[in-house]
């Protein structure tokens, strides 16, 4: 499956997404947050002892990432992938992977694209990113109104998101993280630096008339109040969680997890051997 099943709402307003991303991009893109992802990506690539000769890249950036990996086949990050199957050694899914209605679909169609043994990685937004943000709206919109309105993308939990790999066919699966603090000078400041990046609201339930001032005012005070900046006090702090996400094609190479029950001495016997060694 590569789109979401028909009782499923969608999640993501397309149009509005690709609007977003093409409004930043002529404005003058925010890169920093890419240009870390793509850096922490090239160094895990510098610790595998392999030469990739046939990378591929699905975001929906391409200038930048294009830049980064030169020689890479650069895909857009439609729900149905322009990649051909078993055309390449490395795929990688470039901070556009939390935008996805069909994740799982993404990654499974990343892994149909890469010949045996070989890698897959994705970087995208998750965990804890803007929790603060979406706190200080939640409750700023439930004063004034009483309600509330999707304003922040549901992040997914590393976790769930590790899961992914498995359910994709993917073998030797890793999931971690890398936490990014970063300081504004308002809730204002920080709304500016999110359209920007080409990461506005495009839920497809986001509220489509005005919000009051009130609201934003409100929530811009709640986030001065309870997340300041350690190292100055005036300014707010928010948090950028990118999840990594790594799997390789399956391949008769590959190091086999033991059998249950073949271990040949058992834990306890192993720990009081230990014991007996220290003493």
């Not at 043994?117 to 409750?139: K, M, N, Y």
């Not at 506005?200 to 009130?214: D, F, I, Q, S």
Request: aromatic letters at 6%.
């Amino acid at each position: 499956m590569t789109m979401p099943p028909p009782d499923r709402p969608a999640l993501t307003d397309r149009s509005a997404l690709l609007r977003q991303r093409s409004r930043a991009i002529r404005q003058g893109f925010a890169d920093v947050l890419h240009r870390l992802a793509a850096d922490e990506v090239q160094d895990r690539l510098s610790e595998i002892n392999r030469r990739f000769t046939a990378p591929a890249v699905v975001t929906g950036f391409p200038h930048l990432w294009a830049e980064a990996f030169r020689d890479a086949r650069i895909v857009p990050d439609h729900p149905v992938l322009d990649l051909e199957p078993g055309a390449h050694d490395l795929v990688i899914h470039a901070m556009a992977l939390h935008w996805a209605d069909d994740p799982v679909g993404q990654i499974v169609q990343c892994a149909r694209a890469l010949r045996e043994d070989g890698l897959f990685i994705a970087v995208c937004f998750g965990g804890q990113t803007l929790h603060e943000l979406r706190a200080a709206l939640a409750q700023a919109e439930a004063e004034a109104t009483g309600g509330l309105s999707p304003r922040i993308l549901p992040m997914g939990e590393i976790r769930d998101m590790g899961q992914l790999l498995g359910r994709a066919g993917l073998a030797l699966p890793v999931a971690d993280v890398v936490t990014q603090k970063a300081s504004y000078r308002d809730l204002f400041h920080l709304a500016r630096d999110l359209r920007a990046m080409g990461e506005g609201n495009a839920m497809a339930a986001r509220l489509r008339r005005p919000t009051r001032a009130a609201v934003f005012a409100r929530a811009a005070a709640i986030m001065a109040g309870h997340h300041p900046d350690r190292d100055d006090p005036s300014r707010v702090a928010v948090t950028f969680d990118l999840v990594f996400l790594t799997g390789w094609s399956p391949s008769d190479t590959q190091p086999k997890p033991l059998r249950p029950g073949s271990a040949k001495t058992r834990l306890e016997d192993a720990l009081n051997e230990l014991r007996t060694k220290k003493t």
